[in-house]
């Protein structure tokens, strides 16, 4: 799978946008989907997943309640609503397909996940 991001950018604190994945010439079937993000400086934090079985979803405790992350099995694209943003939220972001099940807290780790995407931007200005 060859995840391809889009839906970056330049956004006030409290704005929203939001963030598509597009499993370009695959699909996400058979796959836990996540969504992650670096800051300059700082590690790749896993944000949240969604199973491709039952479409359960995982959040980090630092976007829970602002971000939803949702699939459209017929456009290939996993999405990554984006609420109330914040100064800290600037940073790249990264879409990642891994494993169809993932055993319980590894959703937010990196290595849990084999195809990643280039990066989408979004800048959260104070």
């Known amino acids: 799978v060859q995840p391809v991001e889009s839906g970056g950018g330049l956004v006030q604190a409290g704005g929203s946008l939001r963030l598509s994945c597009v499993a370009s010439?695959?699909?996400?079937?058979?796959?836990?989907t996540g969504w992650f993000r670096q800051a300059p400086g700082k590690e790749r934090e896993g944000l949240s997943s969604i199973s491709c079985s039952d479409g359960s979803t995982n959040y980090a405790d630092s976007v829970a309640g602002r971000f939803a992350i949702s699939r459209d099995n017929a456009k290939n694209t996993v999405y990554l609503q984006m609420n109330s943003l914040k100064f800290e939220d600037t940073a790249d972001y990264y879409c990642a397909a891994g494993k169809s099940l993932l055993l319980p807290g590894l959703w937010m780790f990196p290595p849990a996940y084999n195809d990643w995407g280039q990066g989408t931007q979004v800048t959260v200005s104070s």
């Open positions: 010439g695959s699909t996400f079937d058979g796959h836990t």
